[in-house]
């Protein structure tokens, strides 16, 4: 999300620094592919409340219910919580899609706060936003705000290439952010959109930009785009950038992803001269905020393995563990360098 417009940037300008991605990245993605890493099919997203969070997604996006119920304990234990712990969830997925879901989890019988409390978007640590796009974003951002939700800015239009775009991050409750984008020209066709499609993205805000395109690589996940950007005059930032910052100060940014198409995919992003507060020691459950992506993988093991070889322990592991809505599975998660988990799962037989 350099400004608004990375989503459609298609010709990376790092080329140095992607050359060495491709170095480090080559034998990963090799891998990646042989293990058939899918696309993220649900975030983890933690709440106080499991109605009030979802309502914008199954009342203005018309999101269906596909699953509620308990935590199992195998789950709770995954997430290295202690014996008193318990939780509930309530699964939501887009129209017609199995991916980009988000699970809302509401934890009980521990202690809790915002992983990014208070945190502005140059803070670092912790996931940012869930990334969906809107064939219309005003009459979303109006709703969202009718609905008690606010944002980092007014919706945002502009021209990129042969782009017409405008984009909003809305902020929701808990720490739960959505980033939307609408493309009105040329017309988006890759997956339905609505009021708000599925997720296909996920930001993380980094301390350094190319460290974590380094970490990725590690996992396997390919570039999609690698850039600077900073906007041709003062103008309104959907990060809430000063307006005379906006022509000086860099956002470099990197999305990344495990397989081609438009979803599935990771971000990170630098503000390059900007230093804030480091949300990373919190960015794990039972903490309030979005906590993860889940990647379905075939051969898990063996993938776990081969990235550990590359120096990417896993910081929690579960075998067989039920998670309504997926299945009897194995699990595990890795952190980046800023404390941001991804999950990558298999079902069990």
């Known amino acids: 999300m350099i400004g608004p417009r ?30 058939s890493i899918g696309a993220w ?16 997604l199954r ?3 018309d999101w269906r219910v596909t699953g509620r119920g308990r935590l199992s304990r195998g789950e709770l234990d995954y997430w290295q919580l202690p014996p008193t712990a318990e939780a509930t969830f309530m699964r939501v997925c887009a129209p017609a899609a199995d991916t980009g879901c988000i699970r809302f989890v509401r934890f009980r019988g521990v202690a809790q706060r915002p992983v990014r409390l208070a945190a502005r978007a140059w803070d670092t640590g912790g996931i940012f936003s869930i990334m969906v796009r809107s064939n219309d974003v005003q009459k979303l951002f109006d709703r969202a705000i009718a609905s008690g939700w606010w944002a980092e800015s007014e919706p945002i239009g502009f021209r990129f290439g042969g782009s017409v775009l405008k984009n909003v991050v809305l902020q929701g409750p808990d720490g739960f952010q959505l980033a939307a984008y609408e493309r009105s020209s040329p017309p988006f066709t890759a997956f339905p959109l609505g009021s708000i499609s599925q997720g296909f993205n996920s930001m993380r805000m980094v301390r350094d930009q190319r460290a974590s ?60 001269g900007l230093a804030g507060k480091n949300a990373a020691p919190f960015a794990r459950a039972p903490n309030l905020g979005i906590l993860s992506v889940r990647y379905p993988v075939t051969d898990l093991v063996r993938y776990q393995a081969q990235i550990a070889e590359r120096g990417v322990p896993a910081v929690q592991t579960a075998r067989v563990v039920p998670i309504a809505g997926i299945g009897r599975v194995d699990l595990f998660a890795v952190a980046d360098p800023d404390g941001n988990l991804t999950e990558f799962y298999e079902v069990t037989k």
């Not at 140095?16 to 990646?32: E, G, K, R």
């Not at 099919?41 to 914008?56: D, G, W």
């Not at 959907?238 to 999305?255: D, E, G, K, Q, Y």
Request: hydrophobic letters at 40%.
């Open 6 to 35: 990375s989503h459609d940037l298609h010709r990376p300008k790092h080329w140095q620094s992607l050359a060495v991605f491709a170095c480090i990245a080559l034998s990963a993605a090799t891998a990646a592919t042989a293990q």
């Open 41 to 56: 099919t649900e975030a983890i997203v933690s709440v106080r409340n499991l109605e009030k969070a979802s309502h914008l």
């Open 59 to 61: 009342e203005i996006g």
């Open 213 to 272: 395109v380094g970490f990725y690589g590690k996992l396997g996940f390919k570039p999609v785009f690698d850039s600077d950007y900073r906007d041709p005059a003062p103008q309104a930032s959907n990060f809430s950038l000063p307006h005379n910052l906006t022509t000086t100060v860099i956002r470099r940014a990197s999305a990344l992803q495990p397989l081609d198409g438009e979803t599935g995919r990771v971000e990170v992003m630098e503000f390059i």
